[in-house]
């Protein structure tokens, strides 16, 4: 059975800092891409980061030099090191597990809440 979760959300400061973990249990961790997706109040679902099992990185342009993507395969967890915060980076992140190859095995964690306000 594959369980993705999802930790290190919470309320912080404008400016300030979050690290995000997400725990991925059930699967071959090195075989999969991964991605994180924020979801605000009222939005549609956008995507923040994303990795490849190769380590490449892919960073929507609104937190560019403020978040870093990584991963940890021995560990089978990846994270989302968040600088600099501000209050647009309000939401639900939530993390996203998909198969290099097959595209049926894709796995959704129930998201962490982050809120950036003063």
């Known amino acids: 059975q594959v369980e993705v979760v999802e930790s290190g959300g919470g309320l912080v400061q404008p400016g300030g800092s979050l690290r995000l973990s997400c725990a991925a249990s059930?699967?071959?961790?090195?075989?999969?891409?991964m991605g994180w997706y924020r979801q605000a109040p009222g939005k549609q679902r956008e995507l923040v980061a994303t990795i490849t099992s190769g380590g490449t990185t892919n960073y929507a342009d609104s937190v560019k030099g403020r978040f870093t993507i990584s991963r940890d395969n021995a560990e089978n967890t990846m994270y989302l090191q968040m600088n600099s915060l501000k209050p647009e980076d309000t939401a639900v992140y939530s993390c996203n597990v998909y198969h290099r190859l097959l595209s049926s095995a894709n796995y959704w964690g129930q998201g962490t809440q982050v809120t950036v306000s003063s």
């Open positions: 059930g699967i071959n961790f090195s075989f999969y891409h």
